[in-house]
């Protein structure tokens, strides 16, 4: 079945930096399009990042110039380098394929990882 695992996350000050990371299994990774989704408390999950079987990378504007998307089709994995983090980047990161819609096209998530941008 499809499994997303995440991880990387942490507690970190604004203006910092994470790398997290997300190994996906039962899927065809190489030729789908991996987004990594986030929910803030109180709000719903959206989609901040999306990378294309090709590598070509999608950001939303609040977070485009600081996160960076990459993907490792031999290992299955996509990761989101989080530079110059600001508070309101704090949430739960989830993983999924993407649809064309932009919505995930699975509903089994993963458990998410968190970060949380604090002083």
């Known amino acids: 079945q499809v499994q997303f695992v995440e991880s990387g996350g942490g507690l970190v000050q604004p203006g910092g930096s994470l790398r997290l990371s997300c190994a996906a299994s039962?899927?065809?990774?190489?030729?789908?399009?991996m987004g990594w989704y986030r929910q803030a408390p109180g709000k719903q999950r959206e989609l901040v990042a999306s990378?294309?079987?090709?590598?070509?990378?999608s950001y939303v504007d609040s977070v485009k110039g600081r996160f960076t998307l990459s993907r490792d089709n031999a290992k299955n994995t996509v990761y989101l380098q989080m530079n110059s983090l600001k508070p309101e980047d704090t949430a739960v990161y989830y993983c999924?394929?993407?649809?064309?819609?932009?919505?995930?096209?699975?509903?089994?998530w993963g458990q998410g990882t968190q970060v949380t941008v604090s002083l």
């Open positions: 039962g899927i065809i990774f190489g030729i789908r399009t």
């Open positions: 999924n394929v993407v649809s064309p819609g932009g919505g995930a096209r699975y509903d089994s």
């Open positions: 990378i294309r079987s090709g590598g070509d990378t």
